[in-house]
T-cell receptor
Framework: TQLLEQSPQFLSIQEGENLTVYCNSS?????LQWYRQEPGEGPVLLVT?????EVKKLKRLTFQFGDARKDSSLHITAAQTGDTGLYLC??????????FGTGTRLQVFP | DAGITQSPRHKVTETGTPVTLRCHQT?????MYWYRQDPGHGLRLIHY???????DKGEVSDGYSVSRSKTEDFLLTLESATSSQTSVYFC????????????FGQGTRLTVV
């Protein structure tokens, strides 16, 4: 069982739709990160949330850290084909062990 | 781009043979990580290092060993490769741990036949 569970595992939507991806854990994290990975590449950091209840916006992407610091969400408004990719949440467990969630594969169709 | 190089990029090996993957960084970052990526599992941590000769196990360490004799190099060894170790392996580095950004290599696709 992985410490960080993501849902949904797959998401296939049309351009212009909104979507939310969830990242949940039974453990408390001092911070959570979201990465995006494209085929054949390593993941690239999108954002880090560090304060319980924090909301961060990155253009059409909104990230939220749960009040109890056990969960996070990523909301995309008006998805575009360029948003297609694998989205991964991650957190440092016991300070230095960086672990990743199970991943959400997003496909946006024109 | 962060200076991380993984080698080889692709490898096909036979069951029972030893395999070593190399991760080389030019950033002088303290932390180095090895992950494997399989469909439906995201990235799973195999081993990580928090300094020269300082390593610890991750979630899926059975069948793998690591060594870090220099800051810049982190080696992952499969002592006797099995078909279940067919995967894409990623190396990552970060400077401080905590909430700092991790930078990834391009990955190594390993096939065990």
């Amino acid at each position: 069982t992985q410490l960080l569970e993501q849902s949904p595992q797959f998401l296939s939507i049309q351009e212009g739709e909104n979507l939310t991806v969830y990242c949940n854990s039974s453990s408390v994290f001092s911070s959570l990160q979201w990465y995006r990975q494209e085929p054949g590449e390593g993941p690239v950091l999108l954002v880090t949330v560090v304060t319980g209840g924090e909301v961060k916006k990155l253009k059409r992407l909104t990230f939220q850290f749960g009040d109890a610091r056990k969960d996070s969400s990523l909301h995309i408004t008006a998805a575009q084909t360029g948003d297609t990719g694998l989205y991964l949440c991650a957190g440092y467990y016991n300070t230095d062990k960086l672990i990743f969630g199970t991943g959400t594969r997003l496909q946006v169709f024109p | 781009d962060a200076g991380i190089t993984q080698s080889p990029r692709h490898k096909v090996t036979e069951t029972g043979t030893p395999v070593t993957l190399r991760c080389h960084q030019t950033e002088n970052h303290r932390y180095m990580y090895w992950y494997r990526q399989d469909p439906g599992h995201g990235l799973r941590l195999i081993h990580y290092s928090y300094g020269v000769k300082d390593t610890d196990k991750g979630e899926v360490s059975d069948g793998y060993s690591v060594s870090r004799s220099k800051t810049e190099d982190f080696l992952l060894t499969l002592e006797s490769a099995t078909s279940s170790q067919t995967s894409v392996y990623f190396c990552a580095i970060s400077s401080l741990g905590g909430s700092t950004e991790a930078f990834f290599g391009q990955g190594t696709r390993l096939t065990v036949v």
